[in-house]
């Protein structure tokens, strides 16, 4: 079972500070997605990273792909009350045929960015 | 597009009870997943489709079930509750690998 591994859990900051979420696993993944959930719904995609060493960003949310293809980095800068919620990475397992199996999720870091 | 609508939002069943959670999607996507997830574990796959008539069992499909009779719906049946089914439960629908979850159904079984 290939494992994704999220860190910190939890993270309460304040308004404009940065922050980086990390996203580790022993595995390669062919690629590599990040959500965002909020309380009550279904998780949103906000970006998927397929090369590695790959950069994307997203206004303020930077995401970035290991060399390796084994862990995937989200930064934000100048955090704002809007980007609370919970932040998933996932990806396809390594038997999947690009993900139409459905997709390994890590636990998810809780952000909370206090006003 | 209404995208993926799940019914009901919130149920509570007693042990031993039998019910069907509802999925729908305007998308025509031909993937589609359940998922549950518990609090602080991520969300985890019971059982996926790649089509009509076509189902598989994903991570934790033990005491569930499902059908996919048209492209649109894809059903999660449990047929006798139990507590250790008490979670959250998303569907979701794929142009793989990107997934389109639904709002959820939140679930407790007494």
């Known amino acids: 079972t290939q494992l994704l591994e999220q860190s910190p859990q939890f993270l309460s900051i304040q308004e404009g500070e940065n922050l980086t979420v990390y996203c580790n696993s022993s595995?390669?993944?062919?690629?590599l997605q990040w959500y965002r959930q909020e309380p009550g719904e279904g998780p949103v995609l906000l970006v998927t990273?397929?090369?590695?060493?790959e950069v994307k960003k997203l206004k303020r949310l930077t995401f970035q792909f290991g060399d390796a293809r084994k862990d995937s980095s989200l930064h934000i800068t100048a955090a704002q009350p809007g980007d609370t919620g919970l932040y998933l990475c996932?990806?396809?397992?390594?038997?999947?045929?690009?993900?139409?199996?459905?997709?390994?999720f890590g636990k998810g870091t809780h952000l909370i960015i206090q006003p | 597009n209404a995208g993926v609508t799940q019914t009901p939002k919130f149920r509570i069943l007693k042990i031993g009870q039998s019910m069907t959670l509802q999925c729908a999607q305007d998308?025509?996507?031909?993937?589609m997943y359940w998922y549950r997830q518990d609090p602080g574990m991520g969300l985890k796959l019971i059982y996926y489709?790649?089509?009509?008539?076509?189902?598989d069992k994903g991570e934790v499909p033990n005491g569930y079930n499902v059908s996919r009779s048209t492209t649109e719906d894809f059903p999660l049946r449990l047929e006798l509750a139990a507590p250790s089914q008490t979670s959250v439960y998303f569907c979701?629908?794929?142009?793989?690998?990107?997934?389109?979850f639904g709002p959820g159904t939140r679930l407790t079984v007494l």
């Open positions: 996932a990806g396809p397992p390594r038997y999947s045929g690009g993900g139409a199996d459905g997709l390994t």
């Open positions: 979701a629908s794929s142009t793989a690998p990107q997934q389109f």
């Open positions: 990273v397929v090369t590695g060493g």
């Open positions: 489709s790649v089509g009509a008539g076509i189902t």
């Open positions: 595995s390669v993944f062919s690629s």
């Open positions: 998308m025509n996507h031909n993937y």
